[in-house]
């Protein structure tokens, strides 16, 4: 910089006369200004590389703390679906029955014969909670998935079988198709029902199953969980006054949401199960004393959900095995119109004295609102029959099938000559829909219940 400055200084001298005072003068004042000058651009250069020290630093801090990419696990769906629907955490699946008359208090299941069964005798025991699964949403519609083929076992099992392994989990569906060797046509699920809200929305439980290649069957609740069993239309809160309401048109607006939820998640040809066990007390919305209202809510719900463009649904009514005191159950039924298939929902339970095997699947057929009785009242109004929910029962159990009894709930434990008579009487009638409770007590899965875990895969084809 030394030479550029000297000829600088050289040529102001002659380009600006005058003493030789003045010269010097205006020599030191060039010097001065030269050097402010260069202090200047020295410091530019000095900030600059420090700024791109820093700025490097900076990045590589970054780099060595950038976080690895995160799945967002969310708890999906309600706990048990049957009684009360809650979201608890996560218990475990299965239980195993055990010896001769051991109390088993998991997943209460389908009832028992026509009986007063005292105070509160079904779905007593909250079992297990939402599947935990990662979603890739947490609200709004969810565009529907062609589904594809289940990844089971070979071939399928027919056109007729189907699971309830728990809720939101396509999993146990697949373990039990491992575990029979064949596919379920079938796999069922439950609707929230906690509130209105979660009746209606266009989240759980039909994520899950997207893709999973099954007929999805969903249990549709006519009431929330708000409601109670009462028969007085009179009391607010009570079932028979919810579904008073329901007939009057109250609620239409929400079952339309809820068939376009389903249309748009691309379950527009779901079998929909309303108001299941409408003849039990555990339900919000127990029919008992209100069979009027009943049928014409549940007429109001099948016209507003077919209303819904590209529904193309089943209509599943179905009470639960036995006469439990609600009168003639034909008073209940809301027409052929409205229903397509025709159910009953059977447990090998019974209330207070199970009579054990042959007796009790003998008993099972005649009593009243029993196995007979389905496939007369089916075949007097030309439906197919289903079984929506069958499986083992619960309560103080015997090993496989033999005698016992109990203050409460009885049943014949691993009874696999039950599930056997089951799949005979299956057979030989018109059954389009037959869906096993996998789950709780009457689980077949992790060993559990071997016995009606071998007369299961015995059955295949």
Not at 203 to 232: C, E, K, Q, R
Request: hydrophobic share 35%; glycine share 12%.
């Amino acid at each position: 910089m030394a030479v550029p400055c000297r000829r600088m200084q050289q040529l102001l001298l002659k380009l600006v006369p005058g003493t030789p005072l003045e010269v010097a003068r205006r020599r030191a004042v060039f010097v001065l200004t030269v050097l402010v000058v260069a202090l200047l651009v020295a410091g530019a250069a000095v900030l600059s590389r420090g700024a791109g020290t820093s700025r490097a630093r900076q990045a590589s801090s970054i780099e060595s703390q950038e976080p690895t990419p995160m799945t967002t696990t969310t708890s999906i769906g309600p706990g048990t679906p049957r009684r009360v629907f809650v979201r608890t955490a996560e218990a475990p699946r299965k239980t195993t029955t055990t010896s001769p008359a051991t109390t088993t208090t998991a997943s209460g299941k389908g009832s028992s014969r026509g009986v007063a069964m005292g105070p509160a005798p079904r779905r007593i025991v909250a079992t297990g909670g939402p599947a935990q699964v990662t979603t890739p949403t947490t609200s709004g519609t969810v565009p529907p998935t062609v589904p594809t083929t289940p990844a089971a076992a070979a071939g399928p099992c027919g056109s007729l079988v189907g699971v309830y392994g728990g809720p939101g989990d396509p999993q146990s569906v697949t373990d039990f198709s491992t575990l029979i060797g064949c596919q379920p046509r079938y796999a069922m699920e439950f609707l929230d029902g906690t509130s209105w809200a979660s009746i209606t929305q266009s989240g759980y439980p039909y994520p899950p199953w997207h893709g999973s290649g099954y007929t999805m069957i969903f249990g549709v609740p006519m009431l929330p969980n708000a409601y109670s069993a009462n028969s007085d239309a009179s009391v607010p809160g009570g079932s028979c006054y919810g579904l008073t309401q329901g007939a009057a048109g109250n609620f239409d607006s929400y079952f339309t949401t809820v068939a376009q939820n389903m249309v748009s998640q691309g379950f527009g040809n779901a079998v929909v199960r309303l108001g299941w066990e409408f003849n039990g007390n555990w339900f919000p919305w127990s029919a008992g004393g209100c069979a009027t209202a009943f049928v014409q809510y549940f007429d109001n719900i099948v016209t507003t959900m077919r209303a819904v463009p590209g529904s193309s649904f089943t209509f599943e009514w179905n009470p639960t095995r036995g006469d439990l005191g609600v009168g003639d159950l034909a008073s209940y039924y809301p027409g052929d119109a409205y229903v397509d298939w025709i159910g009953l929902d059977v447990y090998d339970n019974e209330w207070g004295t199970y009579p054990g095997e042959p007796t009790e699947f003998d008993d099972m057929q005649t009593q009243a609102y029993g196995l007979d009785w389905l496939a007369g009242f089916a075949a007097q109004h030309g439906k197919p029959v289903t079984f929506p929910e069958w499986g083992l029962g619960w309560g103080t159990c015997s090993a496989d099938g033999q005698a016992v009894t109990g203050s409460q709930n009885v049943c014949g434990g691993d009874n696999g000559t039950f599930v056997s008579d089951m799949i005979g009487w299956i057979a030989t009638h018109d059954v389009v829909e037959a869906t096993y409770w996998d789950y709780g007590t009457s689980s077949v899965d992790n060993g559990s219940n071997p016995a009606a875990a071998a007369a299961l895969r015995a059955s295949r084809g």
